[in-house]
Nanobody, 118 residues
Framework: QVQLIESGGGLVQAGGSLRLSCVAPERIFSSYVMGWFRQAPGKDREFVASANWSGSAKYYSDSVKGRFTISRDNAKNTVYLQMNSLTPEDTAVYYC???????????WGQGTQVTVSS
């Protein structure tokens, strides 16, 4: 298991923005692809975004592409998820994750709640 610490969640009105942060151990952050998943009540966890070490390879789910941006600050061992134009459908617990071979559930953080009101 990897200790990943998410923060930045909260309550925001539709159309607003939030920035999530995830701090990872240096030995993990410097070696693997980092990403974000989310899980709404009663639904499976959904891939949101990922980025390699340099940030040159980024991937987004269709539902967030154009609205969310993933970035990495390697000096701080931190990955960010900038979320703009939020809608109520974005309401979920957001999890930081590391891809060690696969997106294994044991390598996800505890999650941070994002709630978007109408």
């Amino acid at each position: 298991q990897v200790q990943l610490i998410e923060s930045g969640g909260g309550l925001v009105q539709a159309g607003g923005s939030l920035r999530l942060s995830c701090v990872a151990p240096e030995r993990i952050f410097s070696s693997y692809v980092m990403g974000w998943f989310r899980q709404a009540p009663g639904k499976d966890r959904e891939f949101v975004a990922s980025a390699n070490w340099s940030g040159s390879a980024k991937y987004y789910s269709d539902s967030v592409k154009g609205r969310f941006t993933i970035s990495r600050d390697n000096a701080k061992n931190t990955v960010y998820l900038q979320m703009n134009s939020l809608t109520p459908e974005d309401t979920a617990v957001y999890y930081c994750a590391v891809k060690i071979g696969t997106w294994d559930a044991s390598n996800w953080g505890q999650g941070t709640q994002v709630t978007v009101s109408s």
